[in-house]
């Protein structure tokens, strides 16, 4: 769209577009939306006249609490963080709106959407903001001569109450119930409304498994339509009297992954291309070498919470070693496509991670890798569950935090404030973890001998 057309009712709108929208009567609210720690979005809904005045003033979009960037799951208040707490009353910060990124919501009509920026009082971004620490690693890429493309792969399950959408592996099935099918097109539908469009969904290898596919794009705008699809996923799965799970291991036997396709680009043009199959670009060796090296580093970033640890079980098409191989869904980065779409696969990410610090700990580790110039080892051919020279992934979150800390890699990419900041989002779920009994402790110790 451009600033010229009028009347719009779907997709993206330039500013122009929204005070058209607003006098027409066809937006009466705009919800200026935060991305928190765990990738929601967070924000209030404000009516329409009140959001564009404040824009004309020169004002943010309005102020929320700063907790919402320094709390769990439960939006459970905490004293442990620097940005926040009982000492400084749990004060406010400013939203300032990214005016390229308002959008029509098809499933909330008349009420338009916009991601904003977290600042503080002073105006200065928040570095620990998702979108922040995103805008930071990009521009580090930018000024090595980079730019990078992503596009996501987003498994989860769903479900009818307790009664899954698919009785069994139903991977690639096409023979949707009714049901199913109704709400494959409701999703695709309301989601190319919103301008997110996906590029394509289809059953996966669990019962309730499903997996959307969205196609490549700028990650900033990749990471807050994710964020948008998920939002969306929610509300019609809601009108069909279904449930979503993003966890990464919903059970002992499934897990869910979110995965990361990337490719660098230089000066318009793909890096990564090659002639040949089994051809590597020197820069995407170095992406390997980086990835494989720095990810173990980062892992509080792509792997949030104890529950994320269980996915990674042999045979599970979850990563279990650190390492690489063609087309090889075993491994934790997986290269594919060909010609100009060859791309990498990080597979370590799962459906409950944030994307925005998916996407950030990438990039740091790809960084790292070009201006190391990090080779990596040799492909992986064979069965990547019998790996026995590859770093294997942290068993838990608890292995996870102690490299992500004392790690002096993760401290220089990111700064010592957001280390701390993360850090301290997971050593909170562990100690909730710890005080809690759980099933398997339930079971084992009810002794009948």
Not at 346 to 358: E, I, M, S, T
Request: contains cysteine; aromatic residues 8%; negative net charge.
């Amino acid at each position: 769209m451009n600033a010229t057309d009028t009347k719009p009712r779907t997709g993206l709108l330039s500013l122009a577009q929204l005070h058209e929208a607003v006098a027409d009567q066809q937006i009466r609210a705009v919800t200026p939306v935060v991305p928190d720690m765990q990738g929601r979005l967070k924000g209030k809904r404000l009516n329409a006249g009140v959001f564009l005045d404040r824009l004309e003033a020169g004002a943010t979009s309005g102020e929320t609490c700063a907790y919402i960037l320094a709390t769990d799951r439960d939006m459970t208040p905490s004293n442990k963080y620097g940005l926040t707490g009982w000492s400084q009353g749990f004060q406010d910060m400013s939203d300032r709106p990214d005016l390229d990124t308002i959008r029509f919501m098809p499933h909330t009509p008349g009420v338009a959407l916009v991601h904003c920026d977290a600042v503080d009082t002073g105006g200065k971004l928040l570095d620990i903001a998702p979108r922040q620490m995103l805008r930071t690693q990009l521009a580090l890429l930018e000024a090595e001569g980079y730019e990078i493309r992503i596009g996501w792969e987003s498994e989860f399950l769903a479900s009818h109450g307790q009664r899954p959408v698919t009785r069994h592996n139903a991977d690639y099935a096409l023979n949707h119930s009714p049901g199913l099918s109704d709400f494959f097109h409701r999703l695709e539908e309301a989601l190319s409304d919103a301008e997110t469009p996906v590029e394509a969904l289809k059953c996966e290898g669990a019962r309730g498994q499903l997996e959307v596919t969205f196609p490549y794009g700028e990650a900033m705008r990749a990471c807050d339509n994710y964020t948008v699809y998920r939002q969306t996923l929610q509300h019609v799965a809601e009108q069909r009297g279904m449930r979503v799970n993003f966890m990464a291991a919903p059970s002992d036997e499934v897990g869910s992954g979110l995965h990361l396709h990337l490719s660098l680009w230089r000066d318009g043009e793909p890096v990564f291309a090659t002639t040949h199959d089994d051809d590597l670009s020197e820069a995407m060796e170095q992406a390997i070498g980086g990835l494989l090296k720095s990810l173990l580093d980062l892992a509080p970033l792509w792997a949030p919470v104890p529950n994320s640890y269980k996915r990674y079980r042999p045979y599970s098409f979850a990563p279990v070693f650190m390492n690489w191989g063609y087309d090889h869904r075993g491994c934790a980065v997986r290269v594919t496509g060909h010609g100009l779409g060859r791309h990498l696969e990080v597979r370590v990410a799962g459906a409950d991670a944030n994307p925005y610090l998916v996407a950030v700990a990438a990039i740091a580790s790809i960084l790292r890798g070009l201006k190391e110039k990090i080779e990596p080892p040799f492909a992986y051919a064979g069965d990547a569950y019998r790996d026995r020279f590859s770093p294997r992934i942290h068993h838990d979150l608890v292995e996870g935090l102690r490299a992500f800390m004392s790690s002096d890699f993760a401290a220089k990419a990111l700064g010592e404030g957001v280390l701390y900041h993360y850090g301290t989002a997971a050593q909170h779920e562990l100690d909730v973890h710890r005080t809690r009994v759980t099933d398997v402790e339930r079971e084992r110790g009810d002794s009948r001998a």
